[in-house]
């Protein structure tokens, strides 16, 4: 309890960082001027760290878990095995907060008495009463398991809901105000809804509760027929700093950290950006002085409990947009259908991606032929349960007659003998479980041992 209420009372200032990954640790260790760094969450085991985080712990560099898979703004409560997760992380990385996004991942069950569906990306939720009565509670569960202070962070977005209730900043004054959660502020995602959705990234900034501030993400993205991509692939463009500029004409933020998660450019290029991000900050009028903002300051939020009728409406209202997305349903009523036409190749274009790098053997062994195939499947076969398991019933699927053409070359008898090695070697000998894809595995096993 001593450490715990120790860790309160730190303040809030953490400076410049930037998002720690593995494809750039050792440039990350020997860049100057780094105060604190982000790690993925759910890429982290709390008992076997990766060894360049640690030695940055050991310099007194501030190590932060940032978690994408939590479904906060989603309609069930959140999971107590992924919030024990998301504490033990803080606690292994002696964290002063943790922080995930105001978003739904997953969709349908019980609910809504129908299929469970991953969506492998942060959608948005819609700003609604119902919702943010979810969300608050949702945060609330969240604040009384973790150890440490909770900073939620606002996404960018292909499309928007019909019938919003309140604007990106209300929704999240509203919220900071109902649960004292503190804000990740993302400049970039701001950017990104300014283009794609028409919200003026400055009217947002007026109406946030800036003292909210926890710290601030900046990335970058591209834009293609008249949509921005928050790739976190590409160099921040100058858009995206004048935002940070006007938001720390407002408030010096606590911190502010650079994100790269693909396409990682030398070393160098990295710490250009970094400049042009102290830059953007020292172009910002001087704000007016005040107290500055304490990480994990004492609060009584009242009651922000949902009632049932709410969730459900959220739960059958985010179901049928992400059944839209991922199964090929119809489009629910007073969505641009255009729009969601765009979301859904991206959420397939980032599921093979994600799936061929958990299992890099797969586009190894199916050559060229491994996107379209993977896309193919995709289109009648949504994820339930990761990309792990999703690599595997994608094996499967092609080895029980799903492959792109049938043997006709020694080659294609190579490549689909490859594949189902691959697939018998890591399905396992005796599915621990029930779940479909367990009884997907005995049932493609029966087949592919009998061959």
């Not at 494809?23 to 759910?42: L, Q, S």
């Not at 989603?74 to 105001?102: F, N, Q």
């Not at 601030?216 to 976190?232: K, L, M, N, Y």
């Not at 500055?292 to 739960?315: E, L, M, N, Y």
Request: aromatic share 4%.
């Amino acid at each position: 309890m001593q450490q715990q209420q120790q860790r309160q009372q730190r303040p809030g200032r953490l400076g410049t960082g930037i998002g720690w990954r593995p494809e750039i640790a050792d440039a990350v260790e020997a860049m100057p001027g780094i105060d604190w760094v982000e790690a993925v969450a759910e890429n982290l085991c709390p008992g076997h760290l990766p060894e360049s985080l640690l030695r940055l712990r050991e310099r007194g560099v501030t190590v932060v878990p940032h978690g994408v898979s939590l479904g906060l703004g989603g309609a069930d409560r959140p999971a107590e095995d992924r919030l024990t997760a998301l504490a033990e992380r803080a606690e292994a990385l002696d964290s002063p907060l943790v922080t995930e996004h105001i978003a739904f991942v997953r969709a349908g069950g019980p609910l809504t008495a129908s299929p469970l569906l991953e969506a492998g990306h942060l959608l948005p939720v819609p700003r609604t009463r119902d919702a943010l009565d979810v969300l608050c509670e949702n945060v609330r569960i969240a604040q009384a398991s973790l150890p440490v202070p909770l900073a939620v962070e606002n996404i960018a977005a292909l499309i928007a809901w019909p019938g919003d209730e309140l604007t990106e900043g209300q929704f999240l004054y509203e919220l900071a105000d109902r649960t004292g959660v503190r804000l990740l502020v993302d400049v970039a995602n701001l950017h990104t809804n300014h283009v794609n959705r028409g919200e003026d990234p400055a009217k947002a900034l007026a109406e946030l509760p800036v003292e909210a501030i926890a710290y601030v993400h900046v990335a970058g993205g591209f834009e293609r027929d008249g949509v921005w991509h928050d790739s976190h692939a590409h160099p921040v463009p100058d858009a995206v700093l004048h935002i940070l500029t006007d938001l720390a004409s407002r408030v010096t933020p606590p911190g502010v950290l650079l994100e790269r998660d693909d396409n990682f450019p030398e070393a160098g290029e990295l710490e250009r950006e970094l400049g042009a991000i102290r830059g953007a900050l020292a172009r910002a009028a001087t704000p007016e002085p005040g107290e500055a903002p304490t990480i994990g300051d004492a609060v009584d939020p009242p009651d922000t409990s949902a009632s049932a009728s709410a969730r459900q409406r959220v739960a059958l209202a985010q179901a049928a947009l992400l059944s839209a997305l991922v199964a090929g349903t119809p489009a629910p009523e007073g969505f641009d259908r255009a729009r969601l036409a765009v979301q859904s190749r991206a959420l397939g274009a980032k599921r093979a991606e994600v799936v061929a790098k958990v299992a890099p053997e797969l586009p190894e062994i199916l050559g060229a032929e491994y996107r379209p195939a993977f896309l193919a499947y995709a289109h009648g076969h949504p994820m339930s349960d990761g990309y792990r398991h999703d690599a595997l019933d994608f094996a499967a699927h092609l080895l029980l007659g799903g492959q792109p053409k049938s043997p006709e070359t020694p080659e294609d008898t190579e490549r689909l003998r490859r594949l189902r090695e691959w697939w018998l070697d890591r399905s396992g000998p005796a599915p621990r479980s029930q779940h479909p894809t367990a009884r997907l595995a005995r049932a493609t096993r029966r087949v592919l041992l009998r061959r």
